[in-house]
């Protein structure tokens, strides 16, 4: 036994894959696509050759496309995982349908707007054929790229957005090859200029009219819906729309109805209520003699991003199933009650089908620690200031009971500190000294409440601040905007090292020259954290960390800022066993960037070539500097615009 002077050992439980996956929440928000290895690895299922489902090590793919010449940041597509949502939002519809005697169809459409890479547009459509799956152009460059794919004749091309002569014009042609294209009305003035082509050129129109609900939506983009919304007709301009058509003979051409609640619904009630709205104005609109024949809900269908299954704003607190067996029985049991026929049922689902498929890599290339870290607290100088004296006091009498007090005279000695040194009665040296006690004193502090279950609410900020930068090789602008645009919660976690314990608390800085540029807000268990737990970087190999469910917007919604442009893009699926990487798409180079905002690579080599002869000249630099840096020059033009092992 040991005596009472003694210390009695207890047994620490090793750091396990497991831990790392419930710290991060991977089973939470991965929809299963996602998971941790035992060998500490993040793993993505995919079908291999055969049907059958493997688990591909993120990492491994990583370090493949390094040993190729493809350096981070890159963004790795899985269209596996694209193919497995159009399949899931269409059954979950068709069993919907099924169990409930529905008497209509199921037809989804997918807006280009949220990813318009070629690559995604041409799955969607392959993929989703057997559905007769089909796609929502917003603008007549969506327009023609999506008439250009289109080859199901069953699929709807829904036209949105505003609309001039030459985008009528082409839905027009459009309709006569064949094509199910419905023009949406969606500003009272758009009808006059549809009957006038429609006209024109001797083609009907397949209309349809976007009404402005009173039930408002929920999330970030709730003003998409109520009396606000910029688009959409209200009640009284629905019934005008009736009466023109009326009046032109052509009342058979409206067949659809759209609305739009807003992206990314995180409530289902709010979902319900808009659906019965709308769902009366489309009674009605049959009861005027409209044939009608679609029920268009629009987007909306939320991704639990945090994965909390609740209704915060990066979560939703309903499945896909839930989301079509709700629609499915509004929407029939409201029609059968009016003796109305069951319409066609569409979703233009756009961030829930192909959220999931992308994940932004990069690796770590430098840290700064946070503040107070050190082992022992700063020495004084001689003759020290009595405000040194006094914070030196502090640090050696915190424990666990006076933290609070400490903590304010901390704050009270270093202010005052500060204050005699704006009146020059303290040097920058001792202003310095007394600052790196603070921090030292910030750091006991941190130390002490993160073993405490309840935290003062003052102290809470003292972890918020004792956290280490790490630089993270992207951009949060130009591959996250959401990020910094919305505070959008993504999933962000270490691809590697998950069977060691996450010991720094972390905030991701990217490579961009702005106060800004860094993400702020991290999925936590509990609530929204400000910091990231990350492993200590030991320097003998790349640390890389993912962002994953990046697949809807952030490619088309990036900037240049700081002119750091696209990233490296690849495709990865597998064939017997072991990774294919296809659609290799390299990141802009300098000259790509420059390009877009009106720069011309030649007219710059000139110039600086310009420079440096004048430079020889001057005596400043010998002809053959000079040639080393023309080419230092044009090998910087040619190369990625993000940093380069």
Known sequence: MPTRNTPIKRKVRNWTASDSAELYGVDAWSNGYFSVSRQGE??????????????????????????????????LRFCDLLHARIDELNKSFIKAIRET???????????????????????????????HYGLEAGSKPELI??????????????????????????????MRMGLNICLILEMPNELPAILRRSKALGIEPQLGVRV?????????????????????????????????????????????????QGSQIPNISVIREGLTEACRIYIDLVKEGAPMGALDMGGGLAVDYDGS?????????YSIEEYARDIVEIVGELCSRHDVPHPTLVTESGRAVSAYHAVLVFNILDVTSAPGSEAHAPALPENPNPLLLALDETHRMLSRKNIQECYNDANYYRDQLRAQFFYGNATLRERGVGEAIYWYI?????????????IPEELKEVSDNMVDFYYANFSLFQSLPDSWAIDQLFPVMP?????????????????????????????????????????????QENYYVAVFLVGAYQETLGDLHNLLGDTNVVSVHLENGRPVYTHEEEGDSVADVLSYVKYDAKDLVGRFRALAERAVEEGRITPRQRRESLEAYRDGLNGYTYYEL
Not at 442 to 454: D, N, W, Y
């Open 42 to 75: 993040v793993t993505v299922e995919l079908r291999d050759t055969d049907g059958s489902p493997k688990h591909l090590s993120l990492l491994s793919v990583v370090r493949g496309l390094v040993e190729r010449g493809t350096d981070a940041p890159i963004l």
């Open 101 to 131: 005697g529905y008497q209509g169809e199921y037809r989804g459409v997918y807006p280009i707007k949220v990813n318009q890479q070629r690559q995604i547009v041409e799955e969607v459509v392959a993929h989703g054929k057997r559905y």
């Open 145 to 174: 790229a999506a008439m250009a794919e289109m080859d199901d004749p069953e699929a709807f091309l829904m036209c949105n957005g505003y609309k001039d002569d030459e985008f009528i014009d082409l839905a027009l042609m459009g």
């Open 212 to 260: 402005r609900l009173a039930a408002r939506g929920s999330g970030h983009w709730s003003e998409s819906a109520g009396d606000k919304s910029v688009f959409g007709l209200n009640a009284a301009q629905v019934i005008d729309v009736v009466d023109q058509l009326k009046e032109a003979g052509m009342l058979h051409c409206l067949k659809v109805l759209h609305y739009h």
């Open 309 to 317: 299954q609740t209704n915060f704003h990066s979560s939703c607190n």
């Open 442 to 454: 910030m750091g006991l502090i941190a130390r002490r409440i993160a073993e405490m279950s309840e």
């Open 495 to 539: 691809i590697q090292r998950l069977c060691e314990r996450p010991t720094q608390r972390t905030v991701l800085v990217d490579i961009t020259c702005d106060c800004d540029g860094k993400v702020s807000h991290y999925i936590d268990r509990e609530d929204v954290s400000k910091a990231l737990p990350l492993h200590e970087i030991d320097g």
